[in-house]
């Protein structure tokens, strides 16, 4: 089985519940989106790519950004996402939106087509981030701007270690290769930026996002959400005996206490954005 299938029966399998979750998540990531947004300098009448849009964010949040002028196109290699990325434009009524199957590191689209191109948290995954970097540059329009967010250090994000920490007192979980398809495989400086470098992006740039993951649930609604959108969760989730799991679940709920408000959870959050510009003179219009 090759890295991009092992990736997509990994999605595949989840994709029912980041449809489910759609508008919480879009809630909690909120604010990396805007971090995307400026620094691949978005606006009215630009024709966007998001890539590994999953059920369609960030693409559907900037539809309304861009304007009827201009055009959101997401693509994700996992067919049940996208089906869920089409679902929402529909149910959404929007007209400037469009989503493919197709991967990173071979888009579908002609040279010099986007005005920015921009991932939340999807180059993690792809197999080749060199290749994908070029292939994200080849589509830019010269001078345009390419935008990519990645998780910091798990020690830093409580969204992810807080139900770990407790998990791994049951379930052995080794550590994962460095260059892993992982959540946290470009949590390092520069790492990243080092890709874009090797893929021909001019000035490459990286900075540290220090936000807050807001969403109106409560801490046992989001131990829910969590179990339910994160594969390697469920995997080990499901080899816990059923006393386990109560316990794990007790502890964790317990632990997610301090994040706790009155309208829901506020969770500290860290992510890099990178960023990098296709060479050439601007092109407008």
Not at 208 to 224: G, K, N, P, R
Request: with cysteine.
């Amino acid at each position: 089985m090759q890295p991009n299938q092992e990736v997509i029966d990994r999605w595949s399998g989840v994709a029912p519940f980041w449809e489910k979750h759609r508008e919480i998540i879009r809630q909690m990531f909120a604010p990396v989106t805007q971090a995307l947004v400026e620094d691949a300098r978005i606006g009215s009448r630009h024709t966007v790519l998001d890539i590994a849009t999953g059920p369609g964010e960030p693409a559907l949040s900037l539809a309304a950004m861009v304007g009827p002028e201009g055009k959101v196109f997401g693509i994700d290699p996992t067919p049940e996402m996208i089906a869920a990325a089409r679902r929402a434009t529909g149910r959404l009524g929007l007209r400037n939106t469009q989503f493919d199957v197709a991967s990173a590191d071979q888009l579908p689209f002609p040279a010099d087509t986007f005005d920015a191109v921009i991932s939340r948290f999807g180059v993690m995954f792809v197999p080749s981030p060199v290749d994908a970097v070029r292939e994200m540059l080849r589509v830019l329009k010269p001078g345009a701007k390419l935008a990519l967010a990645v998780w910091y250090f798990a020690e830093r994000n409580p969204f992810f270690y807080t139900l770990q920490r407790v998990i791994e007192q049951y379930v052995d979980s080794p550590a994962p290769a460095p260059d892993a398809l992982d959540a946290f495989r470009f949590a390092s400086p520069g790492k990243l930026r080092d890709v874009l470098v090797k893929a021909g992006a001019l000035a490459p740039s990286e900075r540290l996002l220090q936000f807050t993951i807001h969403a109106s649930i409560s801490v046992e609604d989001y131990w829910t959400l969590r179990c339910e959108i994160s594969e390697k969760l469920r995997e080990r989730v499901a080899m816990l005996s059923s006393e386990q799991l109560t316990e794990v679940k007790r502890q964790t709920i317990e632990a997610l206490r301090e994040y706790s408000t009155g309208g829901g959870i506020s969770i500290p959050a860290e992510v890099l954005i990178v960023s990098g510009t296709k060479s050439g003179p601007v092109v407008t219009g």
